[in-house]
């Protein structure tokens, strides 16, 4: 029961936007793709998800994506896009109840409650979903798609999350709590794919890390197999150190685990 996309091709014009990229993830773990902007990273999962039309196979639980129907898809996997706006004047908890809907929980109405509490909104449940900050709103979307597969496993086959960039619009700590609920998921069997931008949080809460440049996947292996001063530099096109702090003077900050 693993995700696989093999030998992806996307061509926008004369534009090769990823170029036989080939990727596996398996349940109960956090999968990463990372790489430079332009480098694919959106487009795969774009393809992984059956969203965006593309040469090669991807199969989800041992069956081709592109042989299921969406109400199918909708019930094995939730996908959290970079950005979503509503046209109409939803409250948070009715977002919310959009997920329930599409899944395969729709029979528990208590979930879309539960699913706000995971990422700290239970509150926020009676306002407008257009009266919320960026991150506010970045994590209720989070709610939806935890809503659409609530259990990690169900009758015995994973669900996923295929999440991109999830950490963009929120602070340091709401960063941890995102990553903690991404790697919960995948620790009570369900698997995570997840764009990322952020190398550190990614070197903290990935299990795999795919590295992708210029439609291509430059790497493919643990954080520690990964990321090294060669890929990185490589892939980003810039001088990069890991684990190597800057010159004296001159602070930084990283998370260390997420205790907020």
Not at 82 to 107: H, K, M, N, W
Not at 131 to 159: F, H, T
Not at 249 to 260: C, D, E, F, Q, R
């Amino acid at each position: 029961m693993t995700l696989e996309a093999e030998e992806i091709r996307v061509r926008y014009g004369r534009f090769d936007a990823l170029r036989g990229v080939t990727l596996q993830a398996q349940p109960g773990e956090v999968t990463a793709i990372v790489g430079p902007n332009g480098s694919g990273k959106s487009t795969l999962l774009g393809a992984i998800d059956g969203t965006i039309p593309h040469d090669g196979r991807v199969r989800l639980n041992g069956r081709p994506v592109a042989d299921q129907p969406a109400w199918a898809l909708a019930a094995l996997r939730a996908v959290l896009p970079q950005s979503s706006r509503l046209a109409f004047a939803f409250t948070v908890l009715e977002v919310v109840r959009i997920g329930l809907q599409s899944g395969s929980a729709g029979d528990r109405p208590e979930v879309p409650m539960q699913a706000l509490a995971r990422v700290g909104l239970a509150h926020y449940a009676d306002r407008l979903f257009q009266d919320l900050s960026g991150g506010e709103a970045q994590r209720v979307m989070l709610a939806r798609v935890l809503a659409q597969v609530w259990a990690p496993v169900e009758n015995g086959e994973p669900r996923w999350l295929l999440l991109d960039e999830p950490v963009s619009s929120l602070d340091i700590a709401h960063q941890l709590q995102v990553m903690e609920i991404a790697r919960d998921f995948a620790r009570a069997g369900g698997g995570v794919i997840a764009v990322m931008h952020d190398l550190n949080l990614t070197a903290l809460y990935a299990d795999r890390v795919a590295v992708l440049a210029e439609g291509q996947r430059l790497a493919f292996g643990t954080p520690a197999e990964v990321l090294t001063d060669d890929t990185l530099s490589r892939a980003y096109r810039c001088t990069l150190r890991v684990s190597a702090p800057p010159p004296v003077g001159i602070p930084y900050v990283l998370p260390h685990a997420a205790s907020a």
